[in-house]
């Protein structure tokens, strides 16, 4: 049972958007930033988004995050191939005083 | 370009304690800007944050695993490491270190590869 919650899959069509939520509490996302990470299939995650909104260098900007109370989103535009993976949402948690998860959702694209 | 190995056995019997280590190049355990990190991953699930080691030695573990786990730090190898003792089936997972910047909010910015270690007699 992971402290964020993600719905476990998402679809879309090549050019689509779409877009993953992650809910969790006051503890975590209602007063700390939110990440995404991204992991294909066999390989590390890779950071997607830091600070609830902010992309990496390298990190395309059809991905773009958002967080409003004690839910975020990552929004993925302009959907290709192969961005089909896996996304997971943490936040640092003020009450377990570390990093937390959710639980990953899996990304297809039809 | 700051990389991560981990390293250690792939294999730990039950009851016994895992260890691994991360070697870091391109870049320093000893900078104060960053924490690092042990993440695992059970096959098939979901990401588990373990805990971390600043490089003055102080710790932060995940509360759910602090009774057995132990991260520290060797500086003159630029290099940290994972013990965890008792371990049982429920322990095999891939398992990452990773760079956090607690401060700046950056995020866990790098990963090691990933080792999988099976606990199994």
């Known amino acids: 049972q992971s402290v964020l919650t993600q719905p476990p899959s998402a679809s879309g069509t090549p050019g689509q958007r779409v877009t993953i939520s992650c809910s969790g509490s006051s503890s975590n996302i209602g007063n700390n930033y939110v990440y995404w990470y991204h992991q294909l299939p066999g390989t590390a995650p890779k950071l997607l988004i830091y600070?609830?909104?902010q992309r990496p260098s390298g990190v395309p900007d059809r991905f773009s995050g958002s967080k409003s109370g004690t839910s975020a989103s990552l929004a993925i535009s302009g959907l290709r191939s192969e961005d089909e993976a896996d996304y997971y949402c943490?936040?640092?948690?003020?009450?377990?005083?570390?990093?937390?998860f959710g639980g990953g959702t899996k990304l297809t694209v039809l | 370009q700051v990389q991560l190995q981990e390293s250690g056995p792939g294999l730990v019997k039950p009851s016994e304690t895992l260890s691994l280590t991360c070697t870091v190049s391109g870049g320093s355990v000893s900078s104060g800007t960053y924490y690092w990190s042990w993440i695992r991953q059970p096959p098939g699930k979901g990401l588990e944050w373990i805990g971390y080691i600043y490089y003055r030695g102080s710790t932060k573990y995940n509360p759910s695993l602090k009774s057995r786990v132990t991260i520290s730090v060797d500086t003159s190898k630029n290099q940290f490491s994972l013990k965890l003792t008792s371990v049982t089936a429920a322990d095999t997972a891939a398992y990452y270190c990773?760079?956090?910047?607690?401060?700046?909010?950056?995020?866990?910015?790098?990963w090691g590869q990933g080792t999988l270690v099976t606990v199994s007699s």
């Open positions: 943490a936040a640092w948690d003020d009450s377990l005083s570390g990093r937390v």
């Open positions: 600070r609830n909104n």
């Open positions: 990773a760079r956090d910047n607690l401060d700046a909010a950056t995020g866990f910015d790098y």
